[in-house]
C-alpha cells in the first residue's frame, strides 16, 4: 500500500529557531499533499493544501510566513516553522494523494506517521 | 457549513464485547466518508472508506460501518473488540477536487479486561 514517511519523528528545539519538517510519498507521485497540526487529545486541523510547483493554499488563521510549505517535487514536501515559540509545540502531521491510482484510491489521503516538535 | 460531529468524547466496552462508533456529518454534497485510527503518538491509519455503492462497507481488523443519508450518519462497528482496539477514532468527510478532509473531534476508545 501507499507509504508517507516524515522526518523527523520528534525534534526539540530552542525558541526563535526554525525547524523543518519533511513529508514524502514513498511508492507514489503526489500533485497535492496536506499539513495538519493536532493538539493533545483534539482532533486534526488542516493547516494548508500543498501543491506541487505552485504556492501553498492556507487555511484561514495560519501565518503562511510562520509555516513555510514547499513542494518542490512529487514525492515531498516541507513544512518550516520559522521563529518557533514554545505555542508552537504541537504534532504536525502531513498526508498526500495518490494522483495515479485510479478510481477511488485517486481521492484516499495516505498520512504520514506525525512528527512531535517541542519549542523549549 | 461542512461539519463532522462524534458524540462520544470517549467509550469504554469490555473485551470481546461489541462496539458502535458514532459519527454525523453535514455536508452540503455527497459525501466521501472515512474513519481512521490513532494510537498515541501516531499518526491515522485509515480503516474504511465510502465513497458510493453498498452502504454497508467493511474495512480492515474488522471493523464496518454504515452509511445512512437520512440520518446523515456513518457509524462504525465491531462486533468483538479486541485489547489492541483501544486507541483515537476519527471520523472525517472530504470530497474529490480540492478534497478538503474535515474531522471530526475523535472517540477515544478504552477497553477492558
Known amino acids: 500500500g501507499a507509504v508517507v514517511s516524515q522526518h523527523p519523528s520528534r525534534v526539540i528545539c530552542k525558541s526563535g529557531t526554525s525547524v523543518k519538517i519533511e513529508c514524502r510519498s514513498l511508492d507514489f507521485q503526489a500533485t497535492t499533499m496536506f499539513w495538519y497540526r493536532q493538539f493533545p487529545k483534539q482532533s486534526l486541523m488542516l493547516m494548508a493544501t500543498s501543491n506541487e510547483g505552485s504556492k501553498a493554499t492556507y487555511e484561514q488563521g495560519v501565518e503562511k510566513d510562520k509555516f513555510l510549505i514547499n513542494h518542490a517535487s512529487l514525492t515531498l514536501s516541507t513544512l518550516t516553522v520559522t521563529s518557533a515559540h514554545p505555542e508552537d509545540s504541537s504534532f504536525y502531521i502531513c498526508?498526500?494523494?495518490?494522483?495515479?491510482?485510479?478510481?477511488?484510491?485517486?481521492?484516499?489521503?495516505?498520512f504520514g506517521p506525525g512528527t512531535r516538535l517541542t519549542v523549549l | 457549513a461542512q461539519s463532522v460531529t462524534q458524540p462520544d468524547i470517549h467509550i469504554t466496552v469490555s473485551e470481546g464485547a461489541s462496539l458502535e462508533l458514532r459519527c454525523n456529518y453535514s455536508y452540503g454534497a455527497t459525501p466521501y466518508l472515512f474513519w481512521y485510527v490513532q494510537s498515541p503518538g501516531q499518526g491515522l491509519q485509515l480503516l474504511l472508506k465510502?465513497?458510493?455503492?453498498?452502504?454497508l462497507v467493511q474495512g480492515i481488523k474488522g471493523f464496518e460501518a454504515e452509511f445512512k443519508r437520512s440520518q446523515s450518519s456513518f457509524n462504525l462497528r465491531k462486533p468483538s473488540v479486541h485489547w489492541s482496539d483501544a486507541a483515537e477514532y476519527f471520523c472525517a468527510v472530504g470530497n474529490t477536487g480540492g478534497f478538503k478532509t474535515i474531522f471530526g473531534a475523535g472517540t477515544r476508545l478504552f477497553v477492558k479486561a
Open positions: 465510502y465513497f458510493s455503492g453498498d452502504t
Open positions: 498526508s498526500a494523494r495518490d494522483i495515479l491510482a485510479g478510481g477511488q484510491g485517486r481521492d484516499t489521503q495516505y
